[in-house]
């Protein structure tokens, strides 16, 4: 199994940027793609990002141009900076991989973008 930890949410003011950081407990070299989701007070969780072992990135259309989603894998860290943020970003961030037929999440960590 692995665990995910979340760290990196705060209270930023629109326009402002966040790091956030997911841990892994095991190698990221062993899983296939690592993805960021988002979920919104009151909302359903919705996919932001996800990355491969070969470092490409993929985006959601609400995020594309204002988050990066990166890896370093000497700390089975992957980042997601984001930019621009907007009031819309306000939410929880988990962290999700698939390792060994099953699906981990994160325990999430809280972003609050003030207008």
């Known amino acids: 199994q692995v665990q995910l930890v979340e760290s990196g949410g705060g209270l930023v003011q629109a326009g402002g940027s966040l790091k956030l950081s997911c841990v892994a407990s095991?190698?990221?070299?062993?899983?296939?793609?690592m993805r960021w989701y988002h979920q919104a007070p009151g909302k359903q969780r919705n996919w932001v990002a996800l990355?491969?072992?070969?470092?490409?990135?993929f985006y959601a259309n609400s995020v594309k141009g204002r988050f990066t989603m990166t890896a370093d894998n000497t700390k089975n860290t992957v980042y997601l900076q984001m930019n621009s943020l907007k009031p819309e970003d306000t939410g929880v961030y988990y962290c999700?991989?698939?390792?060994?037929?099953?699906?981990?999440w994160g325990q999430g960590t809280h972003v609050t973008v003030s207008s």
């Open positions: 095991t190698s990221i070299n062993r899983i296939k793609t």
């Open positions: 990355i491969g072992r070969d470092s490409a990135a």
């Open positions: 999700n991989v698939d390792f060994e037929g099953t699906n981990y």
